[in-house]
């Protein structure tokens, strides 16, 4: 999760829940101008975020003068293992990508093993991130 995508996302999402609540009075749809500007990034990078949050299902968009992005569902029913899966369509920690010597005792058993923890390490960040909203994660901020 180095690359920061999951840490966009749930900036973007947690920005649009404040939104939501009239956080910013009059401002119920965000613009990625605005919401970069929160992040301090390039108006692109969130738009190609919004773009698979809006494929999820969790983001809606509007365009015009008075468009921008806004959740798609309550804060209360989006879970953070949903962003996860969204922004991470494999798994994080990858597959083993070299092709050890078999004549090895660890060479031959290596990237089964390494699978089998990557797997268990994958599903217990779902598990964890499954047990809070992004409600839950939005309420922490003043």
Same mark, same amino acid.
């Given at each position: 999760?180095?690359d920061?995508?999951? &840490? +966009?996302?749930?900036? +973007?999402?947690?920005?649009? &829940?404040?939104?939501?609540?009239?956080?910013?009075?009059?401002?119920?749809?965000?613009?990625? *101008?605005?919401? &970069?500007s929160s992040? $301090?990034? $390039?108006?692109?990078?969130?738009?190609?975020? +919004?773009?698979?949050?809006?494929?999820?299902?969790?983001?809606?968009?509007?365009?015009?003068?008075?468009?921008?992005?806004?959740l &798609?569902?309550?804060?209360?029913?989006?879970l953070?293992?949903?962003?996860?899966?969204?922004?991470?369509?494999?798994?994080?920690?990858?597959?083993?990508? $070299?092709?050890? $010597?078999?004549?090895?005792?660890?060479?031959r *058993?290596?990237?089964?093993?390494l699978?089998?923890?990557?797997? *268990?390490?994958?599903?217990?960040?779902?598990e964890k991130?499954?047990q809070?909203?992004?409600?839950?994660? *939005?309420?922490?901020?003043?």
């Amino acid at each position: 999760m180095t690359d920061g995508r999951f &840490a +966009i996302s749930i900036h +973007i999402l947690t920005l649009l &829940a404040k939104a939501e609540k009239g956080w910013l009075e009059g401002e119920e749809w965000l613009s990625s *101008e605005f919401i &970069a500007s929160s992040i $301090n990034i $390039n108006p692109v990078l969130v738009r190609k975020e +919004i773009s698979k949050l809006r494929h999820a299902g969790l983001v809606q968009s509007k365009e015009g003068k008075n468009g921008g992005s806004a959740l &798609a569902k309550p804060a209360g029913q989006i879970l953070l293992s949903e962003v996860y899966k969204v922004v991470y369509d494999r798994p994080v920690l990858g597959l083993a990508k $070299n092709d050890p $010597n078999p004549k090895c005792p660890v060479g031959r *058993e290596i990237n089964a093993h390494l699978t089998t923890l990557y797997q *268990e390490a994958e599903k217990g960040l779902l598990e964890k991130l499954g047990q809070t909203t992004l409600q839950q994660f *939005e309420e922490q901020f003043r």
